[in-house]
């Protein structure tokens, strides 16, 4: 019940593309659903975060789709650029705000 | 401090030696968690310090792993008798407080021969 399992595992996609990144949980105590980015030798940075009281979140390019029936959730990158080649990782947490952590994906846009 | 440090960046150490990272946390900040990511995978939860609280050592691999925090800020995270299976990259992260954003550090990178 404490998985967070994340597809794919690597990604690629041309410039302007629209990748889809993939999480489904199996706790339903998991109130608190974030994305994280990491760039090559850093640590990892909060990008974007959906609690399930909505089913869509977007700031900027990034958007959270939620299916709480499913308990799935996805991120979707409008337009992207080389910029945002990175590791992405889902996580979910329920009231005591434990990270449980996918495995993440790797995401390389080409020029 | 800007955001949360750690040193050293790198490591390099023999097997069966002891290793010591560091983390300094961002001021103000109640909760700190130390995490292992091996290569290409995932963060692997080590261990969580509240405020006061009794640690969460739920995710320690092994009694050659400990950590510390002092003073409710900085803390270390001790290796004992190294194998080749902990290298790694050990990662902390500090937070506000319960609920909030986890804010990490650049990591140590560590390599045991």
């Known amino acids: 019940q404490q998985q967070v399992k994340q597809s794919p595992q690597s990604l690629i996609v041309q410039k302007g593309g629209i990748p889809i990144i993939n999480c489904a949980y199996e706790?339903?105590?998991?109130?608190?659903f974030p994305w994280y980015q990491q760039f090559p030798g850093k640590g990892p940075a909060l990008l974007i975060a959906i609690r399930p009281d909505v089913s869509e979140k977007k700031e900027g390019r990034f958007t959270i789709s939620f299916n709480k029936s499913a308990k799935q959730f996805s991120l979707h990158i409008m337009d992207s650029q080389p910029g945002d080649s990175a590791t992405y990782f889902c996580a979910g947490a329920g009231n005591n705000r434990k990270l449980i952590w996918g495995l993440g994906t790797s995401l390389a846009v080409n020029p | 401090g800007a955001g949360v440090s750690q040193s050293p960046s790198n490591k390099v150490t023999e097997k069966g030696k002891d290793v010591e990272l560091r983390c300094d946390p961002i001021s103000g900040h109640t909760a700190l968690y130390w995490y292992r990511q091996s290569l290409g995978q995932g963060l692997e939860f080590l261990i969580y310090f509240q405020g006061n609280s009794a640690p969460d050592k739920s995710g320690l691999p092994s009694d050659r792993f400990s950590a510390e925090r002092t003073g409710g800020s900085v803390s270390t995270l001790t290796i004992q008798r190294t194998q080749q299976e902990d290298s790694a990259v050990y990662l902390c992260?500090?937070?506000?407080?319960?609920?909030?954003?986890?804010?990490f550090g650049p990591g140590t990178r560590l390599l045991v021969l």
């Open positions: 992260a500090s937070v506000l407080g319960p609920g909030e954003t986890q804010y």
């Open positions: 706790n339903t105590a998991f109130d608190y």
